[in-house]
Structures are given as C-alpha cells and as structure tokens.
C-alpha cells in the first residue's frame, strides 16, 4: 500500500498502522525476553507513536535508510531503542535473529541507538540531547540544505526536565524551524516513579506554546489522531511543532500497563507467551506499508579533500593572539570549501569568530548562551557528512557540554571544537573564566584529536588539520599576544612535535606549549648566557602525543625531561608525557603546572605565582642538572 502524508488515511489503512503497533509491541517483548533486560514498557506506549511516523508520515528510502533526501528520526527516549529495530525489521531490514541478539555482545542493536545502524544518525540515551542534534538537522535542511526533508524527534516526559531540551526548544524557535516536528510522550512514568507532570498535558502545551511552538495534544495511542496532528505540523509555517502524546507506559500489556517499577525491565519468561497471545489477537490483518518516497532536492555535497592552498600570512617574530589567528583561519577555511560551518555561543567578538561571521554571515550559527545546545547542534547539522562544523567558544565553558561531547564521541562525529581563553591569561576576570582542565576532558574522549598551537602559523594549520579530520578535534587556544615561532613554510602533522630549539650541548629537554611554549624559549635564552643549554620541544597535538620525539630527545640531555603547562596537573601535558616515557627507566620527569584555583590577577602575575614562568623553569633545569649531576 502506498500513503498520503498530506490527507487523513483511510479505514483499512488506520487499521494497518494499529497492527503493525502491536507488531512492534510483540517484537520487542521478544527481544527484550531474549536479552532478559531493556525497557520494553518504553517501547510498548510508543508503539502507534512509531508506526504512523515511519508507515503514514515520514517519507524516505527504506534500501537507503541514510540517503540524504530522507526524512530524520531521532529517538532522544534513547532507551526505547527496541522499538526502533523492531521498526526496521518491519521493513525487513533486520532479522528476526538479529532482533533477539540485542543487547549481546558483538551486535549493533544495543541497548541505546548507535549510529553504527545505519538508520541512526545520533547516538542517543542520556537524555536530553536528542532534540539538541535534531535542530541542526532540520537548521541544515532549511538554511544549508534548502531541501524538503523534515526532522522528527520522539522525546520521553521524563527527559523534558533536563535543561538542554528548552535550550533546544528556544533554539528552534528563533530560528522559525518550521521543518522540525518534536513528539513529547507524555506517558507518566518515569525510571523509580512518577513524572513532575504526570498526565497533565496541558501544562506541557502551555510551557511549549511559551517558547514559541505550535502545539497539538492527542491521545497517543489513537492512531487516526496521530495522523492528523503529523498533517497539521506538514502546514505550519515559520514555527517548530510539539505533538504531547498522552500515552500508558506498558500499552496493552496485562499487570504491566500503567503500572510502577516496571523500568528497564522485561515480561517474565513465563509470562510472554500469554502476553504475546493478548497482543495478538487484536492484529486484524497482515498487510505491509510502504514509506513514501522522499522528495530529491538536496544538493551534492562534498567536505573531502581540503588543502591548505596558500601559506599562512605571518612572519616570524609579529605577534598575535592564537585565538585571533583561529578566527582569521576559519574565515580563510570558509572559501576552501562552502559546507565550512561555525558555531558560537554569544562569545564571537572574544573567540574572533566574528571574522568568519562577517565573511560568511549565512554559514555562522549564533547559538547564544546555551553550550549544551550548541554541541547538540552541531552534532546534528555533521550528521550525513552534510557540514564540517567548528564549535567556538571559552575552554571554560565546554564543560558545561561534557555529556554532549562524551556523547559526540559514541555518535562517531566529525565535529571540531574550539576552546579560547584558556589557562591563567584570563585571571582578571577570575577563576570561573579560566580553563586549567579542559586538556585533561578532551584527552578522556575516545578518538579525540587535541591540538594546542603555539603561534599564529601553527594555529592556522590546526583549524585545516581538524577539517580534515575524522573523528572530534578540540583546538585550545589563548588570549595573550605571543610572538609567531614558525615560518609560512613550515609544515604541520597530527602527532609530530616540533623540537624548535637545540643544541649539541642541550642537558635538559623542556615541553611547552601555548604561552609556557613562549616562557621555556625566554628561560633557554636566558640560561644561555650562563652557558647553560636546552632543548625545548613544542608537542603540537597533546592527543596523539610524539612519544617517539621526546623519548629520543630526553634520551639525548641525560633523561632529564620537564613539562611546564597552562593547565592543571591532573590530566595535562606533564601526565601524557608521564605515560608515554613509562616504560623508559632512565627518563626522570618533573611536572610543572598550576597546583590550585586562581583569584583574580594579571596574567604576568598569574604565570609566575604558579610556578610556570621562565623564572621558574631556569629554576628547575638547575635543580634538574643539581640533582642527576651534568
């Protein structure tokens, strides 16, 4: 059969969709018996839920599940991740073996939506964050894209606390996403009781109409009704839409229905059979539906391949903010290639992003002061490989984004972040602004590129490193003025340190980066006139760190090795290089970093109260030579 999203399905098609809910329902009884855990009842309230998006409403490919003209679906209740497989198996394109592997090792269908399923495009399950990714998608179909494909989004009642999901709302509704459709299932239950809320839809539709959304409520197991309100949203114009979806937790499921401390857990074994049977005997026909297909009007296009086609513009010796010469890079990368996105959070005339902005006002996404969302986001307009997105804002306040990059990070994205304000050079403002643990949160990400560029030349080749890039990048730049080190010409490489000063007469080796980079050529300059050498080395990337160039390099001064960083102890420098000599006996490594929080200062101050001023490097290559002898 075949299906209109623009009029009312007719009997025998209403009637379909309601069986192939209670297909859904017995497929995940199963898989959740076999698994003999997950959160079926989850699964069993958004039943019709699912069948009328993916049988009556979305239009898309099934052969082709991440062709770009698809309509999206994003499941942010993450947990009800059953029921989307049994979707997929619905169509056929999943087993049902595969369906009772869930959850077991070595199998894709876990207990959360991965996007190693080739229909998912975000990975979802701690919550809060689904709605996030689907406005960049519906921000790339409708300001990138310019294409027909609409974004779906299922959120649960109990996630609608979270705070990230009315920064979500308040996104979408600035920016008139009119291509965006979020089902709020309003089902009451949550994981150990009730939700806030419980079944009073109205005051979901009144927060939602607040923040600017066109909403409708409709019992969500009444699948006419659900038709009819995808219909409405399909008209609206320069307004997101929220469907609150009264449902049961459990749907038609004996004992279970409506019913507590049922979260995250299976029918008994020796029950299934008999639930299974109920379920069954309301199935009517054994009819199939057909997705409409989508509408093809997505351009082509490509974010592979970009070169650097001119050197960077400094010359040795000017001086220049990194975190001016990022923003000045992303402008340049921006006429490398037109799917070249930023993201900032209210901090563009600080991070230099504005330059981007001024350049390329219709690709700068201004995501104001909600970074949670702004990851979200991003995350969202990566999918399909549709951008490559730079996220900019204060080091510090990606933080606040932790779960939504560790998220990133399962979702396999190719996003790139970029933390500015970093380490102590922003001590006037006080301890909130300052970054001193940010290396220590992307060098925890798996698959995590972390560059730190020293100068103007090495931060341009960063930004085009990390475009290039696959898997998340973060970027960490500073605020101080420093001289630039290296030439136009000077070629850059992820993992490729860069020994910039040396001698056969070097007896200690010293690791600096950012402005400690800068202090530890001051302190070799400065024991240089006491005929005193050393060897610095600026690392480039912290992840992957040149093991191989400071191992040989230490070797070469008597195993005497001092990292000096911007940064706290726990997690920096010092410790990734700790890890990467551990094997070397005859490596001694002494750490220098900032040993607790700040007040407010000046930067000079700053660096050298905490010990990681070229006063205090002189000062410890000379213990270094005192203690091992020269």
Known sequence: MGNDTMAQPDASVVQVLRDIANRLRIQSIKATCAANSGHLTSCCSAAEIMSVLFFHTMKYKQTEPAHPDNDRFILSKGHAAPVLSAIWAEMGSISDSDLLSLRKLNCDLEGHPTPRLPFVDVATGSLGQGLG????????????????????????????????????????????????????????????GTTPLEHCTDIHQIRLEAFGWNTYIVDGHDVEALCQAFCQASQVKNKPTAIVAKTSKGQDIPDIEDAENWHGKPVPKDAADAVIKVIESQIQTNSKLTAKPPVENSPQVNIHGIEMTCVPDYKIGDTIATRNACGLALAKLGYANERVIVL???????????????EHPERFIECFTAEQNMVSVALGCATR???????STFAAFLTQAFDQIRMGAISQTNINLIGSHCGLAVGEEGPFQVALEDLAMFRSIPSCTVFYPSDATSTEHAVYLAAQTKGMCFIRTSQLETAVIYSPQEKFEIGQAKVIRQSVNDQVTVIGAGVTLHEALRAAENLSQEDIFIRVIDPFTIKPLDADTIISNAKATGGRLITVEDHYREGGIGEAVCAAVSQEPDILVHQMAVSAVPQSGKPSEFLDMFGISARHIVAAVKHALLNKGT
């Open 385 to 391: 490989d549709r951008n490559i997105a730079f996220v």
């Open 344 to 358: 900032d959070g209210d901090t563009k005339n600080s991070t230099f992003s504005e330059i981007f902005r001024k």
């Open 133 to 192: 990714a689907a406005c960049g998608i519906a921000y790339t179909g409708k300001y990138f894209d310019k294409a027909s494909y609409r974004v779906f989004c299922l959120l649960g009642d109990g996630e609608s606390a979270e705070g990230s999901v009315w920064e979500a709302l308040a996104f979408a509704s600035h920016y008139s996403l009119d291509n965006l459709v979020a089902v709020f299932e309003v089902n009451r239950l949550g994981q150990s």
